[in-house]
């Protein structure tokens, strides 16, 4: 008689193996290449430090998981977050309104009452964008203006969140410390074209603002143009009886160097006031009235309805250029759009519930992730390499990816990326958002490599010295273009 096989024997003889080949298959994977530990060791940084995930566009296993779980500081590669999210909720044709309205009378050429100017978010109302609503106002035939202009801002709440804010860091003036609200107008910054020779500078501003003039008090120095700021001491602005400004510059600037700056020094109903002040009177129109902050009422009349650019054309400048503000903006119109039954009376909270809704939406965990304003500027702000790089394989497959990828700088070509792996592979074949903290740099986006296989690439890395480690993530992108995720 035959003896019965036993399958349970046999079951566990190949079981093991499998679990041995999983197990080992799983270690493969949380092993980082070797260049790219040994560009982290040189810098001084633990493999700890550095969370990264490589895995296929359409899907399939990760070639290399590492720490990939864990919430990280992400700096500016959030904004990919927000960028979807908003193509995705919105749509690439969602524009942004700004009204201008009236309430009182209109006699021959003249406007008598109150102007209000409603601010719909837009993230870039630019100088020339305003400047367009007040000459359809002066086409209008109205020449005279003996009205006060309120400034709406409503949409957003709080309406001035700016009002009290402590500083992010030790530049506060900066462009890219903007806080946003409904109606910022040109990020609400004068820009200043330093040019000196051996004896002076000489400095332009623009816009040109009524009332306020600028005194360069600089000291000429023998220094390297690009360190012109070491010495640059933040400017005074200084306000007269008689209601004009003056802007002091001071501290030392290099001999023959030219340069330019951007810096939100102004409250931003003055800067308005100011900016349209020297507007209106080069139309050849008269205006008697102040600019305050308030509320439209319903019976106003409109004047004049400016839309922006789509979301399609402003999520380019906000991941190419890593716009803050714009960013910011994006994120706060994000909780505007919350349907009105889940929405609360915060619209940061609101915008946060609408990208954890998304993230539910298509499956992708919200365990860890801490949401601020949605651009990365942020030290509370957190995200793991798996939530970012799910969210990227699912723009991949989104209706509007050619959008979203168009967006991301592209490597040695342009925006953060422009000047980086030019020897690489990876040059003109990936697409890679950058972020940089003082304690975190990133990378994110896309990979083409030399076999034509596309993959997502998130990799994070928080230390205190993490600036040391963006060779190493310059490391793993190359890797990854070279084809190595296949050895």
């Keep these: 008689m035959k003896k019965q096989f036993d399958m349970t024997k046999l079951r566990k003889f190949f079981w093991f193996p499998a679990l041995l080949l999983v197990a080992c298959a799983s270690y493969a994977q949380s092993i980082l290449p070797e260049i790219v530990s040994a560009t982290l060791r040189n810098a001084g940084l633990a493999e700890t430090s550095l969370s990264a995930l490589v895995l296929p566009v359409q899907g399939g296993a990760p070639r290399l998981a590492?720490?990939?779980?864990r919430a990280m500081a992400p700096a500016s590669t959030l904004k990919l977050a927000t960028t979807l999210v908003a193509l995705e909720e919105l749509g690439p044709t969602f524009r942004w309104r700004t009204e201008l309205l009236r309430q009182g009378s209109i006699d021959a050429a003249s406007l008598r009452g109150t102007l209000y100017l409603r601010g719909g978010g837009e993230p870039n109302l630019t100088?020339?964008?305003l400047r367009a609503m007040f000459r359809s106002l002066r086409a209008q035939g109205i020449n005279y203006l003996e009205a006060d202009l309120v400034l709406d801002r409503s949409l957003f709440q709080p309406m001035r969140p700016d009002i009290g804010a402590p500083d992010f860091d030790e530049s506060p003036k900066a462009y890219y410390n903007v806080i946003p609200d409904a109606l910022v107008l040109n990020g609400n910054v004068i820009e200043f074209n330093l040019e000196s020779n051996d004896q002076k500078t000489s400095v332009r501003t623009q816009p040109p603002l009524a009332g306020v003039r600028i005194d360069a008090n600089l000291s000429l120095k023998d220094m390297s143009c690009d360190a012109w700021d070491d010495d640059w001491d933040p400017p005074l602005v200084q306000v007269s009886n008689d209601g004009s400004l003056t802007v002091v510059l001071r501290g030392t600037f290099p001999r023959n160097c030219k340069t330019r700056t951007r810096l939100n020094l102004l409250d931003r109903?003055?800067?308005i006031e100011r900016f349209l002040q020297a507007y209106w009177q080069e139309l050849g129109g008269t205006w008697k009235g102040r600019v305050k902050d308030g509320l439209t009422p319903r019976d106003a009349v409109l004047l004049v309805d400016r839309q922006s650019e789509t979301l399609a054309d402003l999520v380019r400048p906000i991941n190419k250029a890593s716009d803050n503000l714009m960013a910011r903006t994006l994120y706060l119109t994000l909780g505007t759009q919350l349907p009105k039954e889940g929405r609360s009376d915060n619209t940061p909270r609101n915008a946060d519930a609408s990208i954890r809704?998304?993230?539910?939406?298509?499956?992708?965990?919200?365990?860890?992730?801490?949401?601020?304003?949605?651009?990365?500027?942020?030290?509370?702000?957190?995200?793991?390499?798996?939530?970012?790089?799910?969210?990227?394989?699912?723009g991949a497959r989104s209706n509007w990816f050619?959008?979203?990828?168009?967006?991301?700088?592209?490597?040695?070509i342009d925006g953060a990326m422009r000047k980086r792996l030019r020897e690489s592979p990876a040059a003109g074949r990936a697409r890679i958002k950058t972020g940089t903290l003082r304690d975190s740099v990133a990378v994110a986006g896309y990979v083409r490599d030399v076999r034509h296989q596309d993959w997502v690439v998130v990799a994070f890395i928080n230390d205190k010295d993490a600036g040391k480690?963006?060779?190493?993530?310059?490391?793993?992108?190359?890797?990854?273009a070279r084809g190595s995720t296949d050895r």
């Excluded at 590492?66 to 779980?69: A, R, S, T, V």
């Design 469 to 480: 480690g963006r060779p190493a993530l310059e490391a793993l992108i190359d890797w990854v």
């Design 357 to 394: 809704d998304w993230f539910n939406k298509n499956g992708i965990a919200t365990e860890g992730l801490v949401l601020e304003n949605g651009s990365g500027l942020s030290r509370l702000e957190r995200i793991s390499a798996r939530q970012l790089a799910s969210l990227l394989q699912q």
């Design 66 to 69: 590492h720490l990939e779980q």
């Design 269 to 271: 109903n003055l800067y």
């Design 402 to 412: 050619a959008e979203f990828a168009s967006s991301l700088p592209i490597v040695a």
């Design 127 to 129: 100088w020339d964008g």
